[in-house]
Each structure stands twice: as structure tokens, then as C-alpha cells.
């Protein structure tokens, strides 16, 4: 672990483009640590599938169906972090949070979320997560911010640079034509999970939206650390329950934690396909 209270010029790191080679190497190394302590788990934690499937709705719920209802003058598809850190094998994260994306098919659903709002022409937001150098000097971090600092996760080398095509912190070629068309707002990073030090809420309150579609990565992170500080901000909160993902780690399965709150907060949950097809309604 690095140690953020002292530092010289010699010892800080540089943040060039990090070669595909030690990334692969970092998140290696990732993966055999939590390969190994997985196997160890009573029942191991991806294996934790209490009446069949972890996932499914629950046969009886006790909370009140919600009474939301989508309106395209209002509403804004918000994806957080579709970054290649987070959706592609060749992302640092990839032997965590990779069974989760295949299992949800989030890569794809997202891309389909976004064609499907750029059809209807609404506001669509992107709350990207980057790291510039200064960052690095901070003098404490939670666990998680630690680990995404060690392993070099949403890393550019300047705030003034343009996005490198290809780093960890690049959008997924499958959805620069729709985040890259000038029209979708780009809004300023989010440093740890929530939107609160970023101008997301100040973007979509200029364009009238009070409704959110919301999806992304990572699910019991990002998302919802977004839902929870829109929730409290006044809008609707739709989550796309498969169109996010989440680290399955001896700690827990991300993606389980996520959707028990998505069911006690979110104004709705639906699916990709239910969101589509209200969206072309």
C-alpha cells in the first residue's frame, strides 16, 4: 500500500499511459488473490444462490409497488463510469467485476440504452471517474480508494491532456458514437463514488430533467452512491438493474448488496428490456 503522508519528488509515480502488459499483470495479480481466498468460502461467495437464483425478485414483497411514471420532457439516461477500467477484459478490474458484466450482458445492455435515448433525443448525461496526479497525493483513502490507486484504475496524466484512446479511463468503443456526438453532457469527474463533488445535479437541472434512468458501473458503488444523492436532490430514480455490475470479492458479491437497496430506494427497477420499450412507447 502506498503511504500518502510523505513523498518526494524520486518516489511519486508517473502517470503516462500505463502499457497493456502491467495492467494485465496488476489485475493478474488481483485475480489470484481473490481466486484464491474465494475457493476458501463456505458455499464461496459467487455460489451463495439461496432458492436458485440470488438475483430474482423476491415471491412475496413486503414494500409497495412504486407508482412511477416515465416522461421523456423530463427525463435524462445517466450511465456512471462506462469506462474501459470497468467493461473490457482489458480493463484492471476485469478478474473482479468480469463475471458480472458477462453474466448481465451489461456491456450490451448499456449500449442499447444509449441507442435507445438517443432515438427519443433525450438528455443524456455521462459521469466519467478519472484520476489525474494530484490525486495520488491525497493523505488517506477508504480500502477500495487505496486499491484504485495502487492499481492505477481511471488514470490520466493531466487534467489539461486529452482522454487517451485505449487507456483504462477511455469510454468503451462501443459507445463513443453516442457519448462522443456533442450532444451528450460530458460532465466533470467524480473522485470517489457519488456525484456530489461533480456537476452532474447542476447539468441536468439546466435542462428541466427531474427524472433519472440511471446504469452504469459499479453497481453497489458508483450507481449507487449517483441513486442515493439523486434521490436526496429531488429526482426519480430509475435503476437498470442489468444494465450495471459489480466485484464479487470475498467481502460479498457487489452486485447482490446493490440490488437490495436498488428494491428499498429506486422509484423503479427494471430491465433493459422494459426500459427500452417504455422508452419507444
Not at 449500449?111 to 435507445?116: K, P, Q, T
Not at 446493490?258 to 427500452?276: G, K, P
Amino acid at each position: 500500500m502506498c503511504d500518502h503522508k510523505a513523498h518526494s519528488t524520486a518516489t511519486e509515480p508517473t502517470f503516462h499511459a500505463v502499457d497493456k502488459d502491467r495492467r494485465r499483470l496488476l489485475a493478474g495479480g488481483l485475480a489470484g488473490i481473490t481466486a484464491a481466498t474465494l475457493g476458501g468460502l463456505p458455499n464461496g461467495a459467487a455460489a451463495d444462490n439461496h432458492a436458485g437464483d440470488p438475483y430474482a425478485p423476491p415471491e412475496k414483497a413486503a414494500l409497495p409497488a412504486g407508482d412511477f411514471e416515465l416522461d421523456l420532457a423530463r427525463a435524462a439516461l445517466v450511465v456512471t463510469d462506462p469506462q474501459i477500467d470497468f467493461l473490457s477484459p482489458d480493463g484492471v478490474t476485469w478478474e473482479v467485476v468480469g463475471e458480472s458484466v458477462q453474466e448481465h450482458g451489461t456491456v450490451e445492455n448499456i449500449r442499447r440504452l444509449f441507442a435507445a435515448a438517443k432515438q427519443q433525443g433525450i438528455t443524456v448525461a455521462v459521469s466519467p471517474h478519472y484520476y489525474y496526479p494530484h490525486d495520488h497525493r491525497w493523505q488517506f483513502n477508504g480500502p477500495l480508494e487505496r486499491l484504485m490507486h495502487n492499481i492505477g484504475m481511471f488514470d490520466r496524466p493531466d487534467p489539461l491532456a486529452a482522454l487517451e484512446r485505449g487507456s483504462g479511463a477511455d469510454f468503451m468503443p462501443e459507445y463513443r458514437e453516442f457519448i462522443e456526438d456533442g450532444k451528450t453532457i460530458i460532465t466533470s469527474p467524480h473522485k470517489i463514488y457519488g456525484p456530489e463533488q461533480n456537476d452532474l445535479v447542476l447539468q441536468l437541472r439546466k435542462q428541466r430533467v427531474d427524472q433519472v434512468i440511471l446504469a452504469g458501473m459499479s453497481a453497489n458503488l458508483c450507481v449507487e452512491a449517483h441513486m442515493r444523492e439523486l434521490l436526496e436532490q429531488g429526482f426519480e430514480v430509475v435503476v437498470v438493474r442489468d444494465a450495471t455490475a459489480a466485484a464479487k470479492l470475498p467481502e460479498g458479491d457487489g452486485y447482490l448488496a446493490a440490488l437490495t437497496n436498488f428494491r428499498y430506494m429506486a422509484n423503479a427497477l427494471w430491465s433493459t428490456q422494459e426500459t427500452v420499450a417504455r422508452l419507444q412507447a
